[in-house]
């Protein structure tokens, strides 16, 4: 079981605290309406599959509840680093 | 020596004879012995039948790695456990062990007949002749085969006994308590390190158990570690997995060594985090492949010494060695000392060092350099060995009742690679060894590639002048496959060991290959003319030994599986004959069955007092969040379809929330008690997923807005009082609120006391009549409930469940999310348009309105269905099709999502989604089911109360 450090809670917790919520840096449209088909099929199902770095969000669901991003190696499942929402992309 | 126990020696407690029962007859031992030692003890040298072959197969290894004498335990009722290694199985008053795989006995198994029609099991056997005809695959060879081939029984009774489970935290976990790990935790002990010292084993010493000049030391190091404070050992425990970030799942073996069933624990499973690990797992002898290796009484060299040695037993009288390693020199010495005869040592190479050579000499026994084991005689024991010179092939007969291999050493290197650590080849041993680790973790003694057991030779087979084709020479003992089969797999194309692995099964019993996973690397390796290192290496992975899936259970199962959630008012339902069904994780009642009545009775009769009187339902499982802020309604706006902007305080509103890509997810009514402050409700089995979602829009795209979310679900107890008694009911309890029409109009919501109770009282109706929703504090849930039924008892009060709850809503056209949608309906397809707010810029799900596919025709839509006979009612799930004449298979248009009796109407209503289905109003639709295809008329979904009159009053 990995232990995932939460940015908010500064603490390395055992994973079955958190729960993944799928790709990071996917930013819903400030104006949906203003979106073609294509764009807005890119944002709502097109996601990176990569082997390596990849740039996830998680929750950590069971402790202080915060959204945080993440890199983890999809290969090795070890976790580069964690940061707070909001935070430039690392 | 009297029989096989020799007079002297050994760990056993000579003065502590134990009694117990192999395949029905009874044999004695002494406290201290496994099964294998006490019967061997006892001269039996038959234990089980293969897998395949059905060939009579003795004991071959002294530990976990076993691979032939797997038995059955039964401890009673419940308790039997099958694949048992006779060599870990501690004997105790009353054991009573089974052999396994044998019809219908050990001596005299009919299925041995596999082994003469050998010829006809070759490598991917059941691939190349069972595949077709599929039927007779599943009548006629897979049958056979299960009752032929395979291992020990399944259990078929319900586990009586009970598993324990912990975690444990420690800065240095060592696995494995031999010399090795002994050293490592002597030498971290002084520190101020908490060490936990984990071995499979009764007692500490691991390979020092057979070496009785170790034992002084071992005593002194075993009491120095028990004393010190920081070191917790566990013996009998298995670390069977290392996991992620070094956290190692163990399995503490607690009461089967011990006579009777006992009401502790049987098991513990242990779930240790350590900050560093050092694994001392040893290394595992390797058999060498000839013809006829698997005769019982041919074993590994270091095992026989482990009997004479810890168990004073002796594996033989006449004992003869075929060795390509010193280590099998120096135990047959140590087997001479301890006064078992040996015969003959036969090596492989053609030179050894000269004191192996004077050893053996002082010793008389006969050496044999540069020659090879060709064949054994006997079938259920060794009564002599051919053996042969490596170069002209000339031949001599040895008679022997026992022959040991000496194959030279594979490094236990499981724990390491479930840890991802890497492996490097080492030539000179043969074997891979710990690399670059991937995790805070070492590994010492033998499992790293370091032992004393002097040098030798790696051999893929030895080498013989008969046909390759005719012999049996094992490679994996548990799974019957043959060096034979290897080749043949790499005849046929096979290239990787992984998929030779597959093809031939070797290294895949329950035993992962401890014993054959290298000799098969050999033979593949000559076979392909590539080195050892082109060929990969097959992965090892959890669980090192099998384990119980008692111990992974714990506690997790019945009852405690999962938990169950309950109402306040869940005791009186209980007491009052409820009959129960689980929603999510909530126990909730179903209906209140009077006596005499089934579930149709009871159903009809709670819906008809809905209609009629007043029926009053425990709402409490309802999801509810607290939505609080400055912000709140722009956040409400954003999330839901509908708008929320202008929501009066006091006034409730039906939302309907998509997700993002305009598929319906939840919905439920909710209330602005406040400018900046909302009761929302959720579906029962949605209001974790909708919390999450709003907390995940809240706080990665809106973040500007302030807005506070609160899961207020366990907060409040909710009634629901329906029916047009309804009111006259409520009045004289409620303090605070003018209940009359005009002031309470229907979706208000009020605050005020009921019963002297604060509580929040909804205007709202899920069943189409005047209708209430009473949440007070959980506590008193069950109290407002009990004065609701008395006072309630001039009305003829019923209570009523979630069935006649299913059936009010659907005579009313409201859908159940998740019953009557899937996760692909959006608004429109469910008929919920006029839940859309037209003129909101954006919501979450809007853009998606417009994607092609959803505006696309031809979508599912959910309409209702209306039998053309009224008696019947349609299954939930029927498909639905539009011609009934077709051929088959038939053209699905849709299925019925509700379906429901309705003694109100007198006749059967349902729901259900229809390709085009809001186009095909009045048309007949055709519903396949078991004996007959039913006619149906499409139509609205509201079958009652059409214009809303008994809501309004
Ligand atoms: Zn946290």
Redesign the pocket.
């Known amino acids: 079981m990995i232990l995932i450090h939460?940015p908010?809670?500064d603490e390395k917790r055992p994973e079955i605290e958190f729960a993944n919520a799928g790709q990071a840096h996917v930013a819903r449209p400030l104006d949906p309406s203003s979106q073609s088909d294509e764009e807005w099929e890119a944002y709502l199902f097109i996601r990176a599959n990569p082997r390596g770095r990849h740039h996830e969000r998680w929750r950590?669901v069971h402790?202080?509840g915060?959204f945080f991003n993440a890199v983890r190696d999809t290969v090795t499942d070890k976790f580069e680093t964690t940061y707070k929402a909001g935070e430039p992309r690392r | 020596m009297s029989g096989y126990r020799l007079e002297n020696g050994g760990r056993i407690d000579r003065n502590r004879p134990v009694e117990f029962r192999f395949d029905g007859h009874s044999y004695q031992g002494f406290a201290g012995d496994t099964l294998a030692s006490a019967l061997l003890a006892n001269g039996v040298s038959l234990f089980g039948r293969s897998f395949k072959y059905h060939r009579p197969r003795g004991i071959m290894a002294a530990g976990s790695e076993e691979p032939n004498a797997l038995i059955s335990v039964d401890r009673g009722a419940g308790r039997f456990t099958p694949n048992l290694r006779a060599t870990s199985v501690e004997i105790h008053a009353g054991l009573n062990a089974f052999s396994q795989n044998r019809w219908p006995s050990l001596k005299r198994d009919f299925g041995a007949i596999n082994d003469r029609l050998g010829m006809f099991f070759p490598a991917g056997f059941y691939n190349k002749t069972f595949m077709w005809p599929r039927s007779f695959w599943e009548k006629l060879y897979e049958p056979a085969i299960r009752k032929m081939a395979g291992l020990g029984d399944a259990p078929t009774q319900e586990d009586p006994d009970i598993y324990a489970s912990t975690y444990a935290h420690c800065d240095l976990l060592i696995v494995g308590a031999g010399p090795a790990g002994i050293d490592a935790a002597l030498e971290a002990m002084g520190s101020n390190k908490r060490i936990i010292l984990i071995d499979e084993q009764d007692e500490l010493g691991g390979g020092a158990l057979a070496d009785p000049a170790l034992w002084p030391w071992l005593e002194r190091s075993r009491k120095a570690l028990t004393d010190a404070s920081n070191v917790t050992i566990l013996t009998r425990t298995t670390a069977f997995g290392y996991y992620h970030d070094n956290f190692i799942g163990a399995v503490q073996r607690l009461t089967d060594h011990m006579p009777d069933n006992s009401d502790s624990p049987r098991e513990k499973l242990w779930r240790v985090r350590a900050g560093e690990v050092v694994l001392a797992q040893g290394a595992i002898e390797r058999p060498l492949v000839f013809d006829g290796n698997d005769t019982p009484g041919v074993m590994l060299s270091s095992a026989a010494k482990v009997f004479a040695n810890r168990y004073g037993a002796a594996v033989g009288k006449s004992v003869a060695l075929m060795t390509a390693h010193d280590s099998g020199w120096h135990d047959v010495f140590a087997l001479a000392k301890a006064g078992v005869g040996i015969k003959a040592i036969i090596d492989v190479r053609t030179e050894v060092s000269s004191a192996l050579l004077d050893e053996a000499n002082r010793l008389g026994i006969n050496v044999h350099l540069n020659h090879s084991v060709t064949g054994v005689n006997g079938r259920h024991r060794v009564t002599s060995i051919q053996i042969c010179n490596n170069d002209d092939y000339l031949g001599a007969r040895i008679d022997c009742d026992t022959l040991l291999m000496a194959g030279g050493w594979t490094p236990s290197v499981h724990l390491w690679s479930h840890s991802k650590g890497s492996l490097a080849w080492r030539d000179e041993i043969g074997a891979y060894v710990p690399d670059q680790p991937n995790e805070n973790v070492r590994c010492v003694g033998a499992c790293s590639g370091g032992w004393d057991f002097g040098s030798g030779v790696i051999v893929d087979m030895l080498p013989t002048p008969k046909d390759q084709s005719r012999i049996k020479a094992f490679v994996d003992f548990q799974n019957d496959v043959t060096a034979k089969d290897i080749k043949l797999a790499v005849r046929e194309g096979f290239r990787s060991i992984e998929h030779i692995k597959r093809y031939t099964t070797n290294g895949m019993a329950t035993d992962q290959g401890k014993t054959s996973n290298l000799n098969g690397l050999q033979i593949a390796s000559t076979a392909l003319a590539k080195p050892v290192t082109d060929i990969g290496l097959t992965s090892f992975r959890p669980p090192y030994t099998p384990q119980t899936f008692g111990a992974l259970a714990g506690h997790a199962k019945g009852a405690l599986f999962q938990p169950t959630r309950t109402t306040n008012i869940d005791g009186w339902a209980a007491e009052n004959g409820a009959v129960f069904e689980l929603v999510a994780q909530w126990r909730r009642a179903r209906y209140f069955p009077k006596m005499g009545e089934d579930m149709h009775a009871a159903v009809n009769r709670e819906c008809v007092a809905v209609r009629s009187s007043v029926g009053i339902f425990d709402a409490s499982t309802l999801g509810k969040i607290e939505v609080v802020g400055p912000d709140a309604a722009e956040f409400l706006n954003r999330m839901y379809t509908n708008p929320w902007k202008a929501l009066e305080p006091g006034r409730c509103r039906y939302g309907l929330l998509l997700k993002e890509d305009g598929f319906i997810t939840d919905d439920g009514v909710s209330a602005r008690l406040a400018p900046d402050r909302f009761h929302l409700t959720t579906t029962t089995g949605g209001a974790a997923r909708v919390l999450n979602m709003m907390e995940d829009y809240l706080q990665t795209e809106w973040p500007d807005l302030d807005v506070w979310l609160t899961s207020t679900t366990e907060q409040y107890a909710v009634i629901a009082l329906q029916g047009p008694n309804a009111r006259k009911l409520l009045e004289p309890l409620v303090e605070g609120i003018d209940l009359s029409a005009d002031a309470f109009p229907h979706m208000a919501i009020r605050e005020g006391t009921i019963c002297g109770i604060p509580t929040r009282l909804f205007r709202v109706s899920f069943t189409g009549e005047l209708g209430f929703e009473i949440n007070v504090p959980t506590a008193y849930g069950r109290a407002v409930w009990e004065q609701l039924m008395a006072e309630g008892a001039k009305f003829d009060i019923t209570p009523y469940g979630t069935e006649a709850m299913h059936v009010l809503r659907a005579e009313k056209g409201f859908i159940i999310v998740g019953q009557d949608t899937d996760g692909t309906i959006t608004p429109f397809d469910a008929g919920l348009d006029w839940a859309v707010g037209k003129k909101k810029p954006d919501f979450v799900g809007k853009r998606s309105m417009a994607r092609p596919d959803i505006v696309a025709p031809g979508r599912k839509q959910l309409v209702g269905l209306l039998t053309d006979d009224p008696n019947v009612v349609l299954e939930e799930g029927a498909q639905i099709v539009a011609d009934p004449r077709q051929p088959i298979p038939m053209t699905m248009i849709g299925h019925v999502t509700s379906s429901y009796w309705s003694e109100t109407l007198g006749r059967s209503i349902a729901f259900a989604l229809v390709a085009g289905g809001h186009e095909m109003m009045g048309g007949t639709l055709h519903i396949p089911m078991p004996g007959k295809t039913h006619e149906a008329k499409v139509s609205g979904m509201v079958f009652y109360d059409a214009e809303g009159a008994r809501l309004h009053v």
């Open positions: 939460c908010y809670c950590h402790g202080c915060r």
